[in-house]
């Protein structure tokens, strides 16, 4: 009987999840370390870098500049010959010292292997097509500026045509008793039509020319029967004191 209940009592022991030895196993299990052990891996180390070959066109560029950067020594031959024609170590080369040259002609590299004149014949067209270009956008744009003078024209003489009609109507009545006349009989109705073909009147030097002759008719009209001058504003007493006062017939000369 005694050792069935110590036998029960190990058993109780062992099944005791929640004592404190098992929770601190459990808790030293549960650890960053355990459950991710490559973070105490070091890194492995970097290889050596190894220094890449210089290209050929980077040796030939050294060298070039070394040999140019390097002053011709007394022993070369070259100088030797130089010497023996008058020439002397620091002194300028050529027949006048005062424009002579001092350094060596720069060496100009030519990149591709096309003929020389090739660079100066992309260059020439590059230019050609700049101008081309700028003297095209000038055209638009005088072109631009044109068609906006033309409009604001065609709209100066509709509304100095309209004001003369209305004032010579006007006059006529009042002076002259006048009920119509062909001069502004067809006012609003030539009206109307100028303001539906305002987009092809614009384009027609014609109406523009018969328009100019209408406003000529009409400023001609009010000085010579009504002594008025429509670019002044006001009714003169006689004609001499219109001809005199008024500087012209002409929207300019006021």
């Known amino acids: 009987m005694s050792k069935r209940s110590y036998d029960n009592d190990n058993d109780d022991d062992e099944d005791d999840y929640m004592s404190d030895k098992i929770l601190a196993a459990a808790a030293q299990a549960s650890g960053p370390q355990l459950l991710n052990p490559r973070r105490r891996v070091p890194p492995p180390p970097q290889p050596p870098t190894i220094p890449k070959e210089k290209t050929r066109h980077l040796i ?3 060298q070039r500049e070394q040999g140019l950067s390097t002053a011709i020594a007394s022993d070369n031959k ?3 010959l130089l010497k023996k024609m008058g020439y002397k170590e620091g002194s300028k080369l050529g027949a006048n010292q005062v424009n002579g040259l001092s350094e060596p002609i720069k060496i100009n590299i030519h990149p591709s292997r096309s003929g020389l004149g090739e660079v100066n014949e992309k260059k020439e067209k590059s230019r050609m097509k700049e101008e081309i270009k700028n003297k095209f956008n000038q055209q638009i744009q005088s072109s631009y500026q044109d068609n906006l003078k033309q409009r604001y024209y ?3 003489l509709r509304i100095d045509i309209a004001k003369c009609q209305s004032v010579c109507e006007r006059l006529d009545k009042e002076k002259l008793s006048l009920e119509e006349n062909i001069l502004w009989k067809n006012a609003n109705k030539e009206k109307k039509e100028d303001d539906d073909d305002e987009e092809e009147q614009n384009d027609n030097d014609d109406v523009v020319s018969k328009m100019e002759t209408q406003l000529k008719k009409l400023t001609n009209y009010l000085r010579e029967k009504h002594l ?3 670019w002044c504003g006001e009714t003169f007493e ?3 004191e219109l001809e005199s006062t ?8 006021h």
Not at 246 to 253: A, I, K, T
């Open 78 to 80: 070259g100088f030797q």
């Open 246 to 253: 008024c500087p012209g017939n002409e929207r300019d000369l």
């Open 60 to 62: 030939e560029v050294e």
């Open 154 to 156: 065609f709209k100066r």
């Open 238 to 240: 006689t004609l001499d």
């Open 228 to 230: 008025y001058c429509v």
